[in-house]
């Protein structure tokens, strides 16, 4: 087999607008410019760019190993898949498919039949919205929500909404803090926080905008997103003091209110009881299912 063409390396900063350029179409959370760059090392995050085309290799621990699909502007697909078994068997990697929509485990089924097998775990699956759904929580299906928020209203009357500005990152720092110190000491709960440092650091950058909510102009809530694309935005983190854990609805609310999109992914729920339940509370118009793979050797 001839030379791979792939040069996998770190993702920088740079490289945010020839990203964007290549996920234009795409509606989920990994391939949001700042999941890439943030969890870099974590997951051991590789990337090549080659012929408009972005390839992922993953060689972290935990849930992400192997290759993500090939995606892009107008790609051969068959090319791309090619690259990628040449860089596969000239590195001696098994060839490893991750993060995996469906669409993308048929076309893998049909390239290589019966030498491939597919896994999946619903804690990596997307939770999509309809942004006017989460903004306006109108019909039965919310009632509940809106007693929520009734209820903060009524017991904090001078809470205040506030854009994210770079004389208000002390105070999102501050929210980070508080919440991760009242986590239990896990290593993904660093990963998070420190991932949060550098959202908020790097925020121009990363295309990271976001709000805080401020009780008594005591900052209590956070929340920080960014355009996966025109049509789907990415709430990349939302956290609040432990005293006003009762603030999530709101500020999921008014950051919904000033997004400019059609739907929200807001991410995975990792297995995480609580997690998971509080998601499917707001009746997510998708769920989008994501899928791990392996060509066995002939």
């Known amino acids: 087999m001839s030379k791979t063409v792939l040069t996998f390396s770190v993702p920088t900063i740079n490289e945010r607008h020839t990203v964007e350029r290549l996920v234009f179409h795409v509606e989920q959370s990994d391939l949001a410019f700042p999941n890439i760059y943030l969890l870099r090392h974590k997951y051991g995050t590789r990337i090549a760019i080659h012929h408009h085309c972005l390839y992922r290799h993953f060689s972290g621990t935990g849930r992400l190993q192997g290759y993500a699909f090939p995606v892009g502007c107008d790609i051969d697909i068959n090319e791309a898949l090619f690259h990628v078994e040449q ?63 009734a209820r903060f209203e009524r017991e904090h009357a001078d809470w205040e909404y506030r854009e994210l500005t770079a004389d208000r990152c002390d105070d999102a720092l501050l929210i980070a803090r508080s919440w991760a110190s009242a986590q239990e000491a896990a290593p993904t ?15 121009d950058q990363l295309g990271i905008f976001g709000g805080l909510l401020y009780v008594k102009n005591r900052p209590v809530a956070l929340s920080l997103a960014s355009q996966i694309n025109a049509r789907v935005a990415d709430i990349h983190y939302e956290k609040c003091v432990p005293e006003y854990r009762e603030a999530y609805p709101i500020i999921n609310r008014e950051m919904a209110l000033r997004l400019d999109c059609e739907l929200i992914n807001r991410e995975e729920d990792l297995n995480i009881p609580g997690l998971r339940q509080a998601k499917l509370s707001y009746k997510p118009a998708q769920i989008l299912r994501k899928l791990k793979a392996i060509v066995h050797p002939c």
């Not at 709960?189 to 925020?203: D, N």
Request: aromatic share 8%.
């Open 189 to 203: 709960h660093k990963h998070e926080l420190r991932a949060i440092e550098k959202a908020l650091l790097h925020r």
């Open 87 to 149: 860089h596969a068997e000239e590195h001696g990697n098994p060839l490893l498919f991750c993060l995996l929509t469906e669409e993308n485990a048929c076309i893998l089924q049909q390239r290589y039949g019966e030498k491939i097998s597919f896994s999946s775990d619903p804690g990596d699956a997307d939770y999509l919205y309809k942004r006017d759904d989460l903004a306006y929580l109108t019909g039965t299906a919310f009632h509940k929500k809106r007693n929520h928020i």
